[in-house]
């Protein structure tokens, strides 16, 4: 704990109370309460008796960093904005960055700047860049060593940062994210998890106990970008974030930053995440029944996709290749084998036979091999194969 010297601090007794004067604003508090005030620099103030008080700083060396996107926000923006102003850690900076919104987000953006008791940094697009390259604006603006990226339509539990940060004391940690409570639009939480909604399995958890982050994060994309916070220093490796590939900005950089560091998955509803219809995107996914993979089948729509997916796989082969130096070799070589098998049953779907013996061989071969379940929905997608009609 850092002494405090008589010009920082001094305290006076009133009665029960205590008032710390700091040279940042003067607190009452009353006696025998835990108080967690953002506004003292970071500072929790613990009166433990009439006379003694504790000044501890819950800082740790590392600056933190919030990147926030906003575009016509203004029916959820005040609420995230308010959730960030009370955390029980001051962070070092907010980065804002609009993306040409029409409504009131501007105006409710520079009241809270001008507001803030930490630095608020707008910028405000003077072309619509779409929501990954507007958080890859508001990333790369950033100067704290840990970033936390935020949606503007959530809300984040008081200690968030705090209960995050501490994972970076750790140097082999590059990245860490959490579990959230769902909420719907009017904030009423409707029972649900995002870990739930992601299919974050058991299975999937224990990959990253055991160190094996990469592996699940290639798999799913579990991880929500405003459940997330990473260490800056791997930001030149992972961007710019790929414009040719199906993924947007938050599986990249989870999947990017497993393969330089550990990932930790911190199992409690460090925000609320909101489902509504106006949302950039969402990680609610429901179980596609086979009759609608079958329809894709039929309009074509899945071998477009298939196809899509060979770009994507392209793209994360090579930068696999351009970063190899900074990857481990068994990460590297692990990664580079699963993707030829992906490849493998990519191109298997996108050239299965018109022949309907020719089509339940083919089927049923790639059944064997595990890969309907590693890279596609199982046996249902198998049985869309199965049913596709010839064209």
Partial sequence: MPALNKRQTRKQVYRNKIVLKSTFEILQIDRGKTIFVPRVAGYTIIVKSTF???????NSDKKVSIALCTYNGERFLQEQLESIA????????LVICDDVSSDSTREILEKFATNANFPVRLYFNSENLGFVKNFEKAISLCSGEIIFLSDQDDVWRAD????MQKYFSDPKVGMAFSNAAIIDADGVRTGEFLWDAAYFTPKLRQLFLRGDAYQALYQKPIVSGCTMAFDRKWWKNISPLPK???AIHDAWIALMTSLYSEVIAIDEPLIEYRLHPQQSASLYRRDIPVHELVAK????EK??????????LQVIRERI???AEFIAPEKRDYLLKLMIEHEQHLHTRIDIPQNILARYGVVLKELRTGRYGRFSNGIKSAVADLLKRPT
Wanted: glycine share 2%; no cysteine.
């Fill in 52 to 58: 003694v008080v504790e000044i501890m700083n819950r």
């Fill in 86 to 93: 009370v955390q029980t850690v001051v962070p070092f900076e």
């Fill in 160 to 163: 968030k940062l705090e209960v």
């Fill in 244 to 246: 040719d590939i199906p």
């Fill in 297 to 300: 089948t039929h309009t074509g």
């Fill in 303 to 312: 071998k477009q996709q298939y196809q899509k997916h060979l770009i994507q």
């Fill in 321 to 323: 290749q351009q970063e």
